[in-house]
């Protein structure tokens, strides 16, 4: 069966939709069979693996209300061993028609049931807010990796999700938790990045990988050419760093770790 991560923070420009394709492409790299899962409105995620969010017919939205199973609502991508549910912005909808839907918080792990069991991994792009598209992210999910940006507000909004996380654990998905915190856009020229790893490694009680997500300009780059990083540039820190986090990961799961 597979391991199920949701990369989630409520706070926006911390490099989530990057981590979530990047260590997608970066797994599957590896050998892995993967299930990229956008279920944010923006469709960042569908665009940085190079599907037109505009010529999709079947999105996650569809899968949600029903209108379609998962195997019509996956799609390949330019990566081999990486498919993907894409999304389109009509998704932003789906708040509004899912408040009367039946066990509306389960609908994408009741969705999912019928191809888990192919995949290695399922990365689900989380929204950038605590809506009812992150809690069924976080129900399907068994593990939810958390990207921290290395600036001085690194922390702001973190003590909401993790309460948003354990009161998810305890009410509807007792398999949840925090599968480890990741630190990106470090920039090794300032003093800052540096003191706030050590800020947060010093204050925060959770797991935090080794593996350290650089400011990269080719990182930067790769979504406008629907690339992931280790397509684009395979030779970029960036690549190296999140080829690096995949490995953490896979081998955190050979010993039945996390």
């Not at 899962?37 to 940085?48: A, C, E, F």
């Not at 019509?72 to 498919?83: K, N, S, V």
């Not at 915190?181 to 800020?199: G, H, I, K, P």
Request: glycine residues 8%; charged residues 25%; contains cysteine.
């Amino acid at each position: 069966m597979a391991r199920i991560i949701a990369v989630a923070n409520q706070k926006g420009g911390v490099g989530k939709t990057t981590t979530a394709v990047n260590l997608s492409a970066a797994l599957a790299s590896a050998g892995k069979k993967v299930l990229a899962i956008d279920i944010d409105p923006q469709g960042n995620m569908t665009s940085g693996l190079g599907i037109d969010k505009d010529s999709v017919e079947r999105s996650v939205y569809e899968l949600l209300i029903g209108e379609c199973d998962a195997d019509e609502a996956i799609t390949g991508t330019i990566c081999q061993c990486l498919d993907l549910i894409p999304a389109q912005v009509s998704l932003a909808g789906a708040e509004v028609e899912l408040l009367d839907a039946q066990g509306r918080e389960y609908l994408l792990r009741d969705r999912l049931k019928e191809v888990a069991g192919r995949y290695d991994y399922i990365i689900i792009d989380c929204p950038p807010a605590l809506s009812m598209l992150t809690i069924n992210a976080l129900t399907t999910a068994e593990g939810v990796l958390v990207p921290i940006q290395c600036e001085f507000y690194a922390l702001e909004g973190l003590a909401q999700l993790l309460y948003t996380i354990n009161l998810v654990r305890d009410r509807l998905n007792k398999e949840l938790h925090v599968r480890g915190v990741v630190f990106t856009m470090y920039d090794s020229r300032t003093n800052l990045s540096a003191d706030v790893v050590d800020n947060v490694r010093s204050n925060l009680d959770q797991h935090i990988y080794r593996t350290v997500i650089p400011r990269n300009v080719r990182l930067a780059e790769a979504p406008s050419h629907g690339l992931p990083i280790n397509l684009y540039d395979p030779r970029s820190t960036g690549a190296e760093s999140y080829k690096r986090l995949a490995e953490e990961i896979i081998a955190e799961d050979r010993k039945g770790g996390r």
